[in-house]
C-alpha cells in the first residue's frame, strides 16, 4: 500500500488495562481503505474499549491507533470519522432533524441533513422529536449522524441493537448502499448472520486479543472446517468425541453432531464404528460454531 492511500485504520501493539483487567491485549490490526469489517467477540472481549481506542476516546496504556494516517483525534477533528456508539444519546427537546442539523454544523463541509436522513432510512422522522422514538428508530437517527460528516471511515458499535428484524435489514440495505461508494466501516455486533451477510471480513476478539482474523469461509476454516449430522443407534458421546479429526460432539437421543477438522476421515471412522448410522449430513461449519470453537480455544490457552 502506497503512502498516498494510508489503512483506514492501524492498530500497533494496543493495549489497554483497568486495574486488573487487560481489556485489550497488545493487538496488531490493519484494516485497509473500502473494507467492511465485522468486530465481533463475547461480552468483555474487548471489542468496545478498542473502538474507544480507534475514536480517541479512551488513551491506550501501550501501542497506537492511526486513523488514515493520523491519529484518532485529528480524523475526527478533519470529520473522517463517523462513528455510531452504543451509550450515544439524543436531545429529548430537539427533533430529528435539529439533532443531524446541530452535529452537521460542526462540520467543514457536510451532506445536506435531508440526504443525511434519507440515506439513513430516517427521512420520516425528522419532525419527531427524539423522546418520541422508539429503540430502532433512535438507531437509525444515530446512524444519520455518524453519516451527515460524509466520513471516509463509520464506526458502529452494535448499530442494529433494539431493531426488530425488518427494520434491521432496512438498516443494512442502506448502510451497503452506503459502503458501494469505496467508505470504509468497522461494525460491531453480535449477530452472526450480519456478518456473514454484510462484512467483507471477520475479526474475532477473545479475552483481548485477536483470535482469528479472515473472511467469513477463512473464519469457518480455522475453527474446524465441517458439521456432520447423523441419526446413529447405540452412539456414545464419549466415543464419539474419541473418532479421528472431531473436535466437538454432541448427542441427544440418537441424533449426533459432529464438529471436524477433517470430515472424510470423520465419517469413515464412525461407520466402520457404526456402520448403522442414517440420514448422514455435511455441511461447512457456521459462522456461530466457528465463534464457539474459536472463543474457547483462546479461553483454553490462556
Known sequence: MSSTNPPAIALTGLRKTYGQVTAVDGIDLTIRQGEVVALLGPNGAGKSTTIDMILGLTTPDAGQARILGRTPTAAIHDGAIGAMLQNGTLLDDLTVAETVRLVASLHRTPLPVDHALRRAGAADLADRRANRLSGGQQQRVRFAIALVSDPDLLVLDEPTAAMDPATRRDFWKAMYEDTTRGRTVLFATHYLEEA???????????????????????????????????????????????????????????????????????????????????????????????????????????
Do not use: C, K, W
Open 196 to 302: 456473514e451477510e454484510y462484512a467483507d471480513r471477520v475479526i474475532l476478539m477473545n479475552a483481548g486479543r485477536i483470535a482469528a482474523d479472515g473472511t467469513v469461509a477463512e473464519v469457518r476454516a480455522a475453527a474446524g472446517g465441517r458439521t456432520l449430522r447423523a441419526a446413529i443407534p447405540g452412539a456414545r458421546q464419549d466415543d464419539l468425541l474419541a473418532l479421528p479429526a472431531v473436535t466437538h460432539a454432541t448427542l441427544r437421543d440418537d441424533r449426533a453432531e459432529i464438529t471436524s477438522a477433517d470430515s472424510d476421515t470423520t465419517l469413515r471412522a464412525l461407520l466402520a464404528h457404526y456402520p448403522a448410522a442414517r440420514d448422514i449430513e455435511i455441511a461447512a461449519a457456521g459462522l456461530e460454531t466457528a465463534f464457539l470453537n474459536l472463543t474457547t480455544a483462546t479461553e483454553a490457552t490462556r
